[in-house]
Protein backbone atom coordinates (compact mmCIF):
# COMPACT_ATOMS: atom_id res chain seq x y z
CA UNK A 1 0.00 0.00 0.00
CA UNK A 2 1.03 3.12 -0.51
CA UNK A 3 1.69 5.94 1.87
CA UNK A 4 1.29 9.77 1.66
CA UNK A 5 4.41 11.88 1.99
CA UNK A 6 4.14 14.93 4.09
CA UNK A 7 1.38 16.67 6.24
CA UNK A 8 0.30 18.83 3.31
CA UNK A 9 0.95 22.84 5.41
CA UNK A 10 1.33 25.38 2.07
CA UNK A 11 4.04 27.40 1.84
CA UNK A 12 3.81 31.50 1.61
CA UNK A 13 3.47 32.71 -1.74
CA UNK A 14 5.93 35.14 -1.88
CA UNK A 15 8.49 32.74 -0.59
CA UNK A 16 8.16 30.54 -3.17
CA UNK A 17 11.15 30.48 -6.30
CA UNK A 18 9.58 30.75 -10.03
CA UNK A 19 10.96 26.67 -10.42
CA UNK A 20 9.04 25.62 -6.75
CA UNK A 21 5.69 27.57 -8.52
CA UNK A 22 6.34 25.94 -12.07
CA UNK A 23 6.55 22.63 -9.92
CA UNK A 24 3.42 23.28 -7.42
CA UNK A 25 1.06 23.38 -10.97
CA UNK A 26 2.33 19.44 -12.22
CA UNK A 27 0.87 16.60 -11.27
CA UNK A 28 3.36 13.66 -12.73
CA UNK A 29 3.30 9.62 -13.04
CA UNK A 30 6.30 8.18 -11.13
CA UNK A 31 8.74 8.17 -10.79
CA UNK A 32 8.66 12.45 -10.42
CA UNK A 33 10.84 15.31 -10.40
CA UNK A 34 11.47 17.26 -7.20
CA UNK A 35 8.44 19.37 -6.14
CA UNK A 36 5.61 18.43 -8.39
CA UNK A 37 2.26 19.57 -6.35
CA UNK A 38 1.00 15.78 -6.82
CA UNK A 39 1.73 12.28 -8.56
CA UNK A 40 -0.72 10.19 -10.40
CA UNK A 41 -0.31 6.32 -9.02
CA UNK A 42 -0.75 3.63 -11.34
CA UNK A 43 -0.83 0.11 -10.93
CA UNK A 44 2.09 -0.40 -12.81
CA UNK A 45 3.52 2.15 -10.43
CA UNK A 46 2.30 1.70 -7.12
CA UNK A 47 5.55 0.53 -5.47
CA UNK A 48 7.56 3.31 -6.83
CA UNK A 49 8.58 5.99 -4.30
CA UNK A 50 6.99 8.72 -3.47
CA UNK A 51 8.37 12.94 -3.20
CA UNK A 52 7.91 14.25 -0.14
CA UNK A 53 4.31 16.44 0.35
CA UNK A 54 3.38 15.43 -2.94
CA UNK A 55 -0.33 14.71 -3.37
CA UNK A 56 -1.56 11.14 -4.56
CA UNK A 57 -3.98 10.85 -7.02
CA UNK A 58 -5.41 8.03 -8.13
CA UNK A 59 -8.06 6.68 -10.61
CA UNK A 60 -10.16 4.44 -8.37
CA UNK A 61 -13.77 4.81 -10.48
CA UNK A 62 -14.50 0.82 -9.74
CA UNK A 63 -14.73 -2.29 -12.56
CA UNK A 64 -11.89 -1.72 -14.84
CA UNK A 65 -10.99 1.61 -14.21
CA UNK A 66 -9.20 1.42 -10.96
CA UNK A 67 -5.57 1.71 -9.80
CA UNK A 68 -6.33 -0.70 -6.72
CA UNK A 69 -8.07 -4.04 -7.94
CA UNK A 70 -8.25 -4.98 -4.49
CA UNK A 71 -10.37 -1.86 -3.10
CA UNK A 72 -13.50 -0.94 -3.18
CA UNK A 73 -15.76 -0.08 -4.99
CA UNK A 74 -15.26 -3.17 -7.46
CA UNK A 75 -17.79 -2.58 -9.34
CA UNK A 76 -18.18 -0.24 -12.61
CA UNK A 77 -20.37 2.83 -12.01
CA UNK A 78 -22.96 1.83 -13.98
CA UNK A 79 -24.22 -1.41 -12.34
CA UNK A 80 -24.95 1.17 -8.67
CA UNK A 81 -28.83 1.10 -8.62
CA UNK A 82 -29.70 4.00 -6.22
CA UNK A 83 -27.67 7.25 -4.69
CA UNK A 84 -27.84 5.01 -1.60
CA UNK A 85 -26.16 2.58 -3.03
CA UNK A 86 -23.46 4.76 -4.77
CA UNK A 87 -23.10 6.89 -1.31
CA UNK A 88 -22.12 3.24 0.42
CA UNK A 89 -20.07 2.75 -2.11
CA UNK A 90 -18.22 5.90 -2.30
CA UNK A 91 -18.10 5.95 1.44
CA UNK A 92 -15.92 2.63 1.44
CA UNK A 93 -13.46 3.87 -1.10
CA UNK A 94 -13.05 7.24 0.62
CA UNK A 95 -11.96 5.01 3.61
CA UNK A 96 -9.76 2.21 1.78
CA UNK A 97 -8.16 4.79 -0.60
CA UNK A 98 -7.02 7.14 2.88
CA UNK A 99 -5.65 3.85 4.72
CA UNK A 100 -3.78 3.26 1.35
CA UNK A 101 -2.14 7.11 1.77
CA UNK A 102 -4.40 8.70 -1.02
CA UNK A 103 -5.54 12.17 -0.88
CA UNK A 104 -7.61 12.43 -4.22
CA UNK A 105 -9.70 10.30 -6.95
CA UNK A 106 -10.14 11.27 -10.19
CA UNK A 107 -13.90 9.94 -9.98
CA UNK A 108 -16.69 10.15 -10.19
CA UNK A 109 -17.39 10.89 -14.27
CA UNK A 110 -20.20 12.83 -13.93
CA UNK A 111 -20.82 12.37 -17.96
CA UNK A 112 -24.31 11.21 -18.38
CA UNK A 113 -24.87 7.75 -19.49
CA UNK A 114 -24.80 6.86 -23.35
CA UNK A 115 -21.70 8.40 -23.73
CA UNK A 116 -18.38 6.67 -24.96
CA UNK A 117 -17.05 5.15 -21.53
CA UNK A 118 -19.68 2.46 -21.43
CA UNK A 119 -19.64 0.86 -17.79
CA UNK A 120 -17.82 3.70 -16.13
CA UNK A 121 -20.65 6.16 -16.91
CA UNK A 122 -23.36 6.07 -13.70
CA UNK A 123 -26.51 5.66 -14.94
CA UNK A 124 -27.99 8.55 -13.28
CA UNK A 125 -26.06 11.81 -12.03
CA UNK A 126 -27.38 11.64 -8.71
CA UNK A 127 -25.74 8.43 -8.52
CA UNK A 128 -22.55 9.79 -9.59
CA UNK A 129 -23.05 13.03 -7.07
CA UNK A 130 -24.28 10.25 -4.07
CA UNK A 131 -20.21 8.71 -4.45
CA UNK A 132 -18.78 11.71 -4.76
CA UNK A 133 -20.29 12.61 -1.30
CA UNK A 134 -19.22 9.07 -0.51
CA UNK A 135 -15.52 9.45 -1.00
CA UNK A 136 -15.11 12.93 0.22
CA UNK A 137 -17.23 11.27 4.04
CA UNK A 138 -14.94 8.45 3.46
CA UNK A 139 -11.53 11.14 3.71
CA UNK A 140 -10.33 11.21 0.57
CA UNK A 141 -11.03 13.89 -2.11
CA UNK A 142 -13.21 13.43 -5.08
CA UNK A 143 -12.67 15.03 -8.18
CA UNK A 144 -15.42 15.06 -10.85
CA UNK A 145 -14.93 14.75 -14.95
CA UNK A 146 -14.29 15.61 -17.14
CA UNK A 147 -16.28 18.81 -17.47
CA UNK A 148 -18.15 20.09 -18.79
CA UNK A 149 -19.28 16.39 -20.24
CA UNK A 150 -18.26 13.81 -22.47
CA UNK A 151 -21.69 12.38 -22.74
CA UNK A 152 -22.72 13.13 -26.19
CA UNK A 153 -19.16 12.18 -27.55
CA UNK A 154 -18.96 9.43 -29.90
CA UNK A 155 -15.47 8.22 -29.27
CA UNK A 156 -13.38 8.98 -25.55
CA UNK A 157 -10.77 11.37 -25.86
CA UNK A 158 -8.52 8.32 -24.63
CA UNK A 159 -9.30 6.96 -27.80
CA UNK A 160 -8.98 9.75 -30.33
CA UNK A 161 -6.51 13.50 -30.64
CA UNK A 162 -9.74 15.17 -31.96
CA UNK A 163 -12.94 14.50 -30.29
CA UNK A 164 -16.35 16.86 -30.62
CA UNK A 165 -18.94 16.98 -28.05
CA UNK A 166 -22.15 18.92 -27.27
CA UNK A 167 -22.57 21.62 -24.35
CA UNK A 168 -25.41 19.36 -22.44
CA UNK A 169 -27.72 20.85 -19.99
CA UNK A 170 -27.89 18.08 -17.96
CA UNK A 171 -24.21 17.55 -17.90
CA UNK A 172 -23.43 21.32 -16.76
CA UNK A 173 -26.42 20.86 -14.32
CA UNK A 174 -24.38 18.31 -12.56
CA UNK A 175 -21.58 19.89 -12.07
CA UNK A 176 -22.68 23.01 -10.92
CA UNK A 177 -24.54 20.62 -8.13
CA UNK A 178 -21.21 18.86 -7.16
CA UNK A 179 -20.00 22.70 -7.30
CA UNK A 180 -22.28 23.34 -4.80
CA UNK A 181 -21.79 20.62 -2.96
CA UNK A 182 -18.12 21.68 -2.26
CA UNK A 183 -16.80 19.96 -4.94
CA UNK A 184 -12.64 20.97 -4.30
CA UNK A 185 -11.53 19.28 -7.61
CA UNK A 186 -12.52 19.07 -11.29
CA UNK A 187 -10.99 17.46 -14.01
CA UNK A 188 -11.32 19.35 -17.54
CA UNK A 189 -11.25 17.49 -20.44
CA UNK A 190 -9.56 17.10 -23.92
CA UNK A 191 -13.13 17.57 -26.05
CA UNK A 192 -13.89 20.04 -28.21
CA UNK A 193 -16.91 22.18 -28.56
CA UNK A 194 -18.82 24.06 -30.67
CA UNK A 195 -20.23 26.32 -28.21
CA UNK A 196 -16.32 27.30 -26.98
CA UNK A 197 -15.52 27.37 -30.77
CA UNK A 198 -13.80 24.25 -32.35
CA UNK A 199 -10.34 25.67 -32.61
CA UNK A 200 -9.35 24.70 -28.85
CA UNK A 201 -10.29 21.62 -27.33
CA UNK A 202 -11.56 22.84 -23.96
CA UNK A 203 -8.62 21.66 -21.76
CA UNK A 204 -7.27 24.75 -23.67
CA UNK A 205 -10.03 26.87 -24.08
CA UNK A 206 -10.60 29.53 -21.72
CA UNK A 207 -14.03 29.61 -22.55
CA UNK A 208 -13.96 26.15 -21.10
CA UNK A 209 -13.05 27.44 -17.39
CA UNK A 210 -14.85 30.74 -17.32
CA UNK A 211 -18.09 28.42 -17.71
CA UNK A 212 -16.12 26.50 -14.84
CA UNK A 213 -16.09 29.59 -12.93
CA UNK A 214 -18.99 30.92 -13.33
CA UNK A 215 -20.99 27.83 -12.01
CA UNK A 216 -19.30 29.19 -8.51
CA UNK A 217 -16.32 26.96 -8.53
CA UNK A 218 -13.27 28.33 -6.67
CA UNK A 219 -11.26 25.01 -6.74
CA UNK A 220 -8.62 23.58 -8.60
CA UNK A 221 -9.20 22.95 -11.92
CA UNK A 222 -6.78 19.47 -13.55
CA UNK A 223 -6.82 18.93 -17.33
CA UNK A 224 -7.31 15.13 -18.12
CA UNK A 225 -4.08 13.69 -19.05
CA UNK A 226 -2.16 15.62 -21.67
CA UNK A 227 0.42 12.57 -22.02
CA UNK A 228 -2.15 11.41 -24.00
CA UNK A 229 -0.79 13.40 -26.56
CA UNK A 230 2.69 12.13 -26.78
CA UNK A 231 6.00 13.21 -25.39
CA UNK A 232 6.83 15.82 -28.09
CA UNK A 233 3.81 18.15 -27.60
CA UNK A 234 3.70 17.80 -23.36
CA UNK A 235 5.66 20.93 -22.82
CA UNK A 236 2.88 23.50 -25.23
CA UNK A 237 0.29 21.39 -24.26
CA UNK A 238 0.83 22.32 -20.18
CA UNK A 239 1.62 25.72 -21.80
CA UNK A 240 -1.82 26.09 -23.08
CA UNK A 241 -3.90 24.31 -20.59
CA UNK A 242 -2.08 27.02 -17.83
CA UNK A 243 -2.69 29.92 -20.08
CA UNK A 244 -6.36 28.63 -20.46
CA UNK A 245 -7.12 28.71 -16.99
CA UNK A 246 -5.56 25.65 -15.47
CA UNK A 247 -4.52 25.25 -11.70
CA UNK A 248 -3.23 21.78 -12.41
CA UNK A 249 -1.79 20.51 -15.49
CA UNK A 250 -2.10 16.21 -15.72
CA UNK A 251 0.67 13.73 -17.04
CA UNK A 252 1.64 10.56 -16.61
CA UNK A 253 5.47 10.49 -17.53
CA UNK A 254 7.72 11.65 -15.02
CA UNK A 255 10.27 12.78 -17.49
CA UNK A 256 7.83 14.97 -19.62
CA UNK A 257 6.68 16.66 -16.63
CA UNK A 258 10.34 17.50 -15.50
CA UNK A 259 10.47 19.53 -19.38
CA UNK A 260 6.87 20.78 -18.54
CA UNK A 261 8.51 22.43 -15.10
CA UNK A 262 11.50 24.00 -16.87
CA UNK A 263 8.98 25.46 -19.63
CA UNK A 264 6.53 27.01 -16.95
CA UNK A 265 9.18 28.94 -14.89
CA UNK A 266 9.33 31.60 -17.47
CA UNK A 267 5.97 32.20 -16.79
CA UNK A 268 5.99 32.19 -13.16
CA UNK A 269 8.81 34.77 -13.24
CA UNK A 270 6.08 36.73 -14.64
CA UNK A 271 3.79 36.05 -12.03
CA UNK A 272 1.20 34.20 -14.23
CA UNK A 273 1.16 30.73 -12.18
CA UNK A 274 0.63 32.67 -9.15
CA UNK A 275 -3.34 32.56 -8.96
CA UNK A 276 -3.13 28.70 -10.03
CA UNK A 277 -0.24 28.35 -7.12
CA UNK A 278 -2.58 29.91 -4.61
CA UNK A 279 -5.11 27.38 -5.41
CA UNK A 280 -3.47 24.39 -5.26
CA UNK A 281 -2.13 25.23 -2.15
CA UNK A 282 -5.61 26.53 -0.02
CA UNK A 283 -6.77 22.54 -1.81
CA UNK A 284 -3.42 20.73 0.01
CA UNK A 285 -4.26 23.01 3.17
CA UNK A 286 -8.19 21.57 3.42
CA UNK A 287 -6.95 17.91 2.80
CA UNK A 288 -6.52 15.67 5.92
Given at each position: ?9 PTDLPL ?235 LTNGPD ?19 HVHRVL ?7
Amino acid sequence: MLVSGGNHQPTDLPLLTPRQKAALVVVSGLPAPKGVAGVIVQDWSRREPLPPRALVFVDQEGGSASTFDELPPGAPASSFQSPKQALAAGKGTGRALARAGVDVDLAPVLDVAGGPLGARHFAEPAEALAFARGLEAGGTAACPKHFPGLGSARVSTDESPHVRARLLSAEVRAFRIAVAAGADCVMVGHAFYRRFGLERRASFNPAAYRLLRRLGFDGVAITDSVSVFGSEPAVQSAKRAVRAGADLVLLTNGPDAARVIEALVPLARRGLLDEHVHRVLAFRRELP
